[in-house]
């Protein structure tokens, strides 16, 4: 790593504002650091932060070039590169999942370990003390560290939980971002070819980060206002017992619509986001757990006879076992519909996904 300076500078807090790093930021660290380390490192992620996304729409005109010269088959800038690795890392951190994806966390940072070999030309080097850094960001209970700071990345994922925590992926996606924006590479177009196969996953990390923070889907708007896309329709009904599913698609979204006909009530996932929290608190709950999602959830209750509660911010609905088995095996066979399927797929760089 390129080396920076320190430089002392001086500026004067009210006590309320530093009570606040104190009780706050020293905790969300470690607990360990003075007030002044809390301090530079609140301001450097702040100032982080404050370059990826600048005005309010930069991140929608960065994302959307970005997303095309991807989807035509081009390498990426390095300024390209670098502006998903920081809008991956800040996703990361705004998550308010109890999880992340541990396939896109994989990805993020098995990136900044092939940039990490390409600049130093795959050769086997010992740990440095400026790796320092990037092995404080692998946070683990476990003992990873290799013969080099590559074999250590190596150890790190392979240790890593099928459900890490947004915490872990916030500090590990630090060091993609770091490095490429401190490092000189020689050669930028292998960077690009290198980095390439990384760059579905950065961008569906940083289209999420961007729903997340404007509840808006990353779309093309057309310049003719009175221009639209394809009407809603209705797509074939699925139904399980006493359940039917009735999804509603259009050329940006997807609503579904669950049926329980027999004693006439209802719910619905709105929208592509919905849709896959409701998927992952109904997988999860299969295994005989209470789970909450960001939208949904579900509550088991074994007395005095077992029943599923179905929690959102505006409705809670019991249902029996076999009413939410139905619920399940309807969400499995809508995922399986080949439509449906590659529906979901193109909405991943919509929606995005953490």
């Known amino acids: ?27 969300f660290y470690g607990g360990r650091l003075s007030t002044g380390e809390a301090i530079r490192r609140l301001a450097e992620e702040r100032l982080e932060e404050i370059e990826a996304f600048g005005p309010r ?29 920081s809008s991956a890392n800040s996703a990361y951190q705004q998550c ?19 940039a990490v070999r390409l600049l130093t030309r795959g050769k086997a080097k010992g740990l440095e003390i400026e790796d320092e850094y990037f092995l404080g960001n692998l946070t683990t209970s476990k003992e990873f560290r290799g013969k080099s700071l590559v074999d250590s990345v190596d150890r790190w994922i392979a240790l890593l939980d099928d459900r890490p925590v947004p915490m872990e992926a916030e500090f590990a ?32 990390v940083a289209i999420r980060g961007y729903w997340n923070r404007e509840r808006q889907p990353l779309l093309d708007r057309p310049k003719d206002p009175f221009e639209s896309g394809l009407p809603p329709r209705m797509s074939r009904s699925i139904s399980d017992g006493k359940v039917t599913v009735r999804p509603t698609t259009d050329e940006y979204g997807l609503s579904v619509l669950f049926e329980m006909a027999a004693r ?36 088991i209750y074994d007395d005095p006879t077992k029943s599923y509660e179905l929690v959102t911010s505006i409705v809670r609905m019991r249902f029996d076992p076999a009413e939410f088995a139905s619920i399940g095996v309807c969400l499995d066979a809508l995922l399986r519909e080949p439509s449906i399927a590659a529906l979901l797929e193109r909405l991943r760089y919509v929606y995005g996904r953490i």
């Open 1 to 27: 790593m390129n080396r920076d300076t320190l430089r002392n500078f001086t500026v004067r807090f009210l006590e309320s504002a530093l009570r606040r790093v104190d009780a706050t930021a020293k905790p």
């Open 57 to 85: 729409d930069s991140a929608p005109e960065a994302l959307l070039p970005i997303l095309s010269a991807w989807r035509s088959g081009k390498n990426l800038a390095l300024d390209d590169l670098r502006f998903l690795a």
């Open 264 to 299: 006439e009530c209802w719910f619905s996932a709105v929208s592509f986001v919905d849709l896959e929290d409701l998927t992952y608190v109904t997988q999860r709950a299969r295994g005989g757990a209470d789970v909450r999602g960001t939208t949904f959830g579900w509550n």
């Open 173 to 204: 996606s630090r060091n993609l971002y770091t490095y490429l924006r401190d490092e000189k590479f020689p050669d930028e177009m292998q960077l690009a070819k290198t980095l390439n196969a990384y760059v579905p996953e950065l961008l569906q």
């Open 96 to 114: 308010r999942q109890d999880h992340v994806s541990r396939d896109l966390l994989v990805a993020n940072v098995s990136a900044f370990r092939d």
